[in-house]
């Protein structure tokens, strides 16, 4: 079975600054897909950034970018600038495409960010 | 706001009891995907319908049972209800059953918070 781990429970960040946010995953398939999602208070899932697998091209957008290594099974997530409506949950997720369908997204625990004025 | 819709958004109920979490996906989406965000478990991929046709199924408990209707809006059945089924539970839809490239995103509702007491 998938699995992701993110091993920062909580990140804290002053404003303005970069911040990197880690995630590895295990797994024995060649082409998949991964995921950045946000949950700030409001509970709300947003995605924040996704990478084809078959990519070798880091995925970026805007103030967000990864560094996906794909023998080290690692896709961490770089926050330059940080902002005060960034401090929320991050959550790292796989998903494979079996062919039926989309299999559901494996959530990683999440790493709490908290952003320091 | 994403456009999937989530009903009722806050439930209370005993233990022993049978409730239904509703959900209306974004306009066109015919994929429809359950969560369940659980102290305990974390982010739990349940169950993945496609046009009415179950997908994928995660750890979706045998007390659990969902459907998709033919008007795309889908219901997630939890029955002999426990304190542990106490979740977070979401719904999120996407545009196909295939890859979760660029073009087939998943959107994620709000919720619905489940308090089994």
């Known amino acids: 079975a998938q699995t992701v781990t993110q091993s920062q429970p909580e990140m804290s960040v002053q404003e303005a600054e970069t911040v990197t946010l880690s995630c590895t995953y295990d797994t024995s398939e060649s082409d998949y897909y991964l995921f950045w999602y946000k949950q700030p208070p409001s509970r709300q899932m947003i995605l924040v950034i996704r990478?084809?697998?078959?990519?070798?091209q880091n995925a970026t957008e805007n103030r967000f970018s990864v560094n996906f290594q794909k023998a080290a099974k690692s896709f961490s997530l770089k926050i330059s600038d940080s902002q005060l409506g960034d401090a929320a949950m991050y959550f790292c997720?796989?998903?494979?495409?079996?062919?039926?369908?989309?299999?559901?997204?494996?959530f990683g625990k999440g790493t709490h960010l908290i952003i320091q004025p | 706001d994403s456009g999937v819709t989530q009903t009722p958004k806050h439930l209370i109920t005993a233990t022993g009891q049978r409730v239904t979490l509703r959900c209306s996906p974004r306009?066109?989406?015919?994929?429809v995907y359950w969560y369940q965000q659980s102290l305990d478990q974390g982010l739990q991929f349940l169950i993945h319908y496609y046009n009415g046709e179950e997908r994928a199924k995660g750890n979706i408990l045998e007390r659990f049972s969902a459907q998709q209707f033919p008007d795309l809006h889908s219901e997630l059945n939890l029955s002999s209800l426990e304190l542990g089924d106490s979740a977070l539970y979401f719904c999120?839809?996407?545009?196909?059953?295939?890859?979760?490239?660029?073009?087939?995103?998943?959107?994620f509702g709000e919720g619905s918070w489940l308090t089994v007491v």
């Open positions: 999120a839809s996407s545009s196909t059953s295939g890859p979760l490239s660029i073009g087939n995103t998943i959107y």
């Open positions: 997720a796989y998903n494979v495409y079996s062919g039926g369908g989309a299999d559901g997204l494996t």
């Open positions: 990478q084809e697998a078959y990519k070798q």
């Open positions: 306009s066109g989406d015919l994929s």
